[in-house]
């Protein structure tokens, strides 16, 4: 049977499932699965268990579908398949371009255009898991008119190249689910009844598994958060509404027997203000909240620093004044790489333990500027440039000290070009420049400079001789990987990552520790996949830094009560208590798509008549994301704090997004502008920096406020006291770090 329960957010579509299979797990029914997204197993899984109790791990489990994929492969002994990675993935999309190049209409400058390779990529991945085959493409390009057909060939014969080489190896990933559907009718996962709950919709792999379940007899019960089936229902509900009927309608073209049930019951929260603000947040009513008893405060904030300097103070106020854990609370953006940086550094700095569950980008990090430095050297004439570049990403084993040193000879005498760096002749310029007089000290600076010039020649040198000969990407592979043993750098980064674990930042030390298995990744997938490609070393340096380009670096959280922060979409925590939304401005919530794509929103729709449904235009994406904001500003359930900075990176002005005046209008609170200089006073570093001030004679309301808040401290009082009679100079004995 196929069940369909629906209900808007807090109806408890989720504790009805939960439930029925503590009923099940009761009566020792076997081979349950509850299906989520990856982001939530956790907590489903911790749910699970507190609701089913010790009995669960004989009867039920929780999957998601890339794990249900690993289950089912082991089980029926296909689990050894390797799979390309993302990096793995571009290189063999760029040598499915290059192969195909001259029939290419519409894409033939692809093969010169890595950023064209990617969208290719990202096309392909679309159309597999919208499971649109190439035969389906060339197809639909006979009756397309002429611009599109060209496309849809074009892109019919990369989809074919890229299988063939994908077949030929490691197989594209994205082929798991397609694969899972096609073997579960000889698995034996799920007998006991199948249970999906927290996604929005469907992909056409995704609805061919559920629909492989039913074929096998399996009870399949969805969750999703929909008002009605109706077409008068709330826009936003859209996509899963669209998802409900799709599903329901496969069930009853199969024969299945199908019920549809919506959950009537009132929300469950306690706070009258956030079951109002459920109810009506995108509904067309004119009703208000009179009184939201502090439960929804909105703010402006000057820059985005000051956001995160508000979101770490209002963490601080919620611990202490209302007494909750770090872990009831969460700090959510729509576009978390902007603040994410900014925001572990405000945090660490106000003392409130943060966990950033977004995923850093690679390029960002050293190792991938440093190998994009080295090419650079190589094939731009050894510029200063780009040698102290190299240099500057502490990776080489050069002292700060050396580094300076070097850097001024550069560029005092202007040394430049391969031959200057390998001849065998030392250098011999004075150090000081032309009117310096030569004495002992400057012989052994000289001295210095010419080792530090060997030291940091040698390697770089040994690969530029080696790239000369290497024909292949094989062989340019190995001649990099000779490099990168020759300047040691796996031992560099495991000091890297020790020095960072004894100075308390074991965030950072465990994605320094994720870069090398990075990096020998990136190299074999280069080896693996090109192998005996002929390419220069210039050509092979840049596919490699677009290979490391794909990869990202996560962590997991070093302890369980931490503040949690991530983008909104990654918001799946079910209970949170207090949930602080930054970056409400009107250029950033809702979200608005960028455009980017293969297709153009008309296109798709013409696709779509065409048979090909390939996802949403651009008004399906913006009922999407406001599903998405309504989700995520559904999930507290005791406060709720919004802020938008008023002014850009560069000074320009934002306002307050659609969200914020919703808030606003349905509740009657007022947007508070942020003291952040207050706001400082609540934690002991930046308070410290405010009492400096009152010390130093520069005296504030602030800074005054900051003195009394340290002096109610215990480890401050003292010292406060000592210090603030003796005016400047005891000041300099009691916060030596903060009286300069």
Not at 190 to 215: H, K, S, Y
Not at 499 to 525: C, F, K, N, P, S
Request: aromatic share 6%; proline share 3%; hydrophobic share 40%.
């Amino acid at each position: 049977m196929f069940r369909l329960i629906l209900g808007r957010a807090g109806s408890g579509k989720t504790a009805e499932i939960m439930q029925e299979i503590n009923r099940a797990v009761s009566i020792d029914r076997r081979g349950l699965v509850l299906l989520v997204p990856e982001q939530y197993s956790h907590e489903a899984e911790r749910e699970l268990c507190r609701v089913c109790g010790d009995r669960l791990c004989l009867c039920a489990e929780v999957l998601s579908f890339s794990r249900m994929c690993s289950r089912v492969f082991d089980e029926l002994g296909v689990g050894d398949v390797k799979y390309l990675d993302k990096g793995g993935r571009l290189l063999s999309m760029s040598l499915a371009v290059s192969t195909v190049a001259p029939r290419l209409r519409a894409y033939s400058s692809a093969q010169r255009t890595p950023e064209l390779q990617e969208m290719l990529l990202d096309a392909v991945t679309e159309l597999k898991t919208a499971c649109v085959s190439s035969e389906m493409l060339e197809a639909a390009a006979e009756s397309a008119d002429k611009s599109l057909a060209e496309k849809l060939m074009d892109l019919a014969i990369i989809f074919e190249a890229y299988t063939a080489i994908t077949s030929r190896g490691s197989a594209d990933p994205s082929d798991k689910l397609t694969s899972l559907a096609e073997m579960l009718p000889e698995s034996t996962i799920g007998e006991g009844g199948i249970f999906i709950d927290g996604f929005t919709d469907f992909t056409a792999q995704e609805v061919a598994i559920i629909g492989a379940f039913l074929d096998r007899g399996v009870d399949v019960t969805v969750c999703l958060t929909c008002d009605t089936l109706k077409p008068d229902g709330a826009e936003f509900f859209d996509a899963s509404r669209r998802a409900a009927l799709s599903l329901l309608r496969m069930a009853k073209d199969a024969g299945h027997e199908c019920k549809a049930d919506t959950m009537e019951q009132e929300n469950s929260l306690d706070v009258p203000a956030l079951v109002f603000l459920e109810k009506h947040l995108f509904a067309y009513t004119k009703e208000k909240c009179e009184d939201t008893g502090g439960a929804i405060k909105l703010y402006s904030a000057q820059s985005v620093i000051a956001e995160c300097e508000l979101a770490a103070a209002r963490a601080l106020e919620l611990v202490r004044v209302q007494g909750c854990r770090w872990r009831d609370i969460a700090v959510a953006v729509r576009g978390f790489d902007e603040y994410q940086g900014i925001l572990e550094s405000i945090f660490s700095h106000y003392g409130v333990p943060l966990y950033s569950s977004g995923k850093s980008d690679v390029m960002k990090k050293p190792v991938p500027a440093m190998i994009s430095s080295v090419f650079e050297i190589l094939s731009g004439g050894w510029e200063s440039g780009d040698i102290l570049s190299y240099l500057k990403t502490g990776l080489v084993g050069l002292s700060r000290t050396d580094c300076d040193i070097l850097e001024n000879y550069l560029f005092t005498w202007g040394i430049r070009g391969a031959s200057m760096w390998t001849r065998e002749k030392p250098w011999s310029a004075h150090p000081d420049g032309f009117s310096a007089a030569e004495d002992e000290t400057s012989r052994e600076k000289l001295e210095r400079i010419n080792e530090i010039r060997a030291f940091v020649a040698k390697p770089l040198a040994g690969l530029m001789e080696t790239g000369k000969t290497a024909e292949t990407a094989a062989e340019h592979a190995a001649a990099v990987a000779k490099f990168l043993e020759d300047v040691k750098l796996a031992e560099r980064l495991n000091e890297r990552a020790a020095a960072l674990d004894e100075r308390g930042e074991q965030t950072v030390a465990m994605e320094y520790r994720q870069l090398w298995e990075i990096l020998v990744t990136a190299l074999e997938q280069c080896a693996g996949i090109l192998g005996d490609t002929h390419i220069a070393q210039g050509e092979f340096g840049r596919l490699l830094c677009l290979v490391l380009s794909q990869y990202d670096v996560g962590t997991i959280p070093i302890a369980l009560d931490m503040v949690s922060a991530g983008d909104m979409d990654r918001m799946r925590r079910r209970h949170i208590k207090h949930l602080i939304i930054l970056g409400a401005a009107d250029d950033r919530l809702p979200q608005t798509g960028d455009g980017a794509g293969i297709f153009s929103d008309d296109e798709r729709e013409l696709l779509s008549g065409l048979g090909l449904g390939l996802g949403e235009g651009r008004a399906d994406s913006m009922y999407r994301e406001l599903c998405l904001i309504y989700n995520c500003l559904t999930l507290p359930s005791e406060t709720l704090t919004v802020s938008y900075p008023s002014s850009g990176g560069e000074g320009s002005q934002r306002r307050p997004s659609m969200v914020m005046h919703r808030l606003a209008s349905l509740t009657g609170a007022e947007i508070k502008p942020f003291e952040q200089k207050l706001a400082r006073t609540s934690a002991v570093s930046p308070a410290m920096e405010l009492a400096a001030c009152a010390v130093n004679g520069m005296s504030s309301d602030e800074g005054q406020a900051a003195l009394e808040w340290l002096s109610s401290q215990a480890e401050f009082s003292e010292r406060i006291q000592s210090c603030v009679p003796c005016g400047k100079t005891g000041a300099r004995r009691a916060f030596p770090q903060i009286c300069r």
